[in-house]
């Protein structure tokens, strides 16, 4: 079945540091893939898609790839905020299937 | 619009007692889901639906029952309360079934059963 294999974590970063969170996908077809945020208390918010190969998401700095060759789709920043701090959640939505297949989770914490 | 709301967000339970988990949205979204949150695994799928009078289980239904006889609404029923169901709660909406549409999610409600 389809799986989601994201990076442990936490993530701890200074403010303006480069992240970078793994993730790494196994699915039959051709899924479309998330990053979902959530933030301390909160419900998950869509942060970026790709719904093909090499398709590059991005929303509020962050950026993602469709890699269909290495089945990943690696969430980047290049400068970190305190307020980017929350759990993130790589998914991805196979053709046909009626609901997102989630990873584990990578928190970030970024310290001042 | 207010979106996906949940209520209770916060619900304590004795093994062995009902409930129900309430979710409604306002956007008209055909499509709504259940999924429970626990440490270190993600958010698990316990039942959809695709429409009014149309639900189906998903990855881990068992202790959960769904209805579906509105659009708006699609709540979550306990039975019998098992200390393995303590997690927090999210329902999640969407236009469509299709495979590109974003969801949105409800803020959660966070349950626990003694």
């Known amino acids: 079945g389809d799986s989601v294999t994201q990076m442990e974590g936490p993530v701890t970063l200074s403010e303006e540091a480069f992240l970078t969170i793994n993730c790494t996908y196994t699915?039959?077809?051709?899924?479309?893939l998330f990053w979902y945020v959530q933030y301390p208390g909160e419900g998950l918010q869509l942060l970026l898609k790709a719904t093909k190969a090499d398709d590059k998401g991005s929303n509020k700095g962050f950026e993602a790839t469709y890699r269909k060759e290495t089945t990943s789709f690696h969430l980047e920043k290049g400068s970190v905020q305190v307020s980017d701090s929350a759990v993130y959640f790589c998914?991805?939505?196979?053709?046909?299937?009626?609901?997102?297949?989630f990873g584990s989770g990578t928190r970030l914490q970024v310290q001042p | 619009n207010a979106g996906v709301t949940q209520t209770p967000k916060f619900q304590v339970l004795k093994t062995g007692q009902s409930m129900t988990l309430q979710c409604a949205q306002d956007?008209?979204?055909?499509?709504m889901s259940w999924y429970r949150q626990d440490p270190g695994m993600g958010l698990r799928l316990i039942h959809y639906?695709?429409?009014?009078?149309?639900?189906d289980q998903g990855e881990v239904p068992n202790g959960y029952n769904v209805s579906r006889s509105t659009t708006e609404d699609f709540p979550l029923r306990l039975l019998s309360a098992a200390p393995s169901q303590t997690s927090v709660y999210f329902c999640a909406s969407s236009w469509e079934q299709g495979s590109h549409n974003e969801q949105f999610f409800g803020p959660g409600t966070r349950l626990t059963v003694l």
């Open positions: 998914a991805l939505s196979d053709t046909g299937r009626r609901a997102l297949t």
């Open positions: 639906s695709v429409g009014a009078g149309i639900t």
């Open positions: 699915a039959t077809g051709y899924p479309s």
């Open positions: 956007m008209n979204h055909e499509y």
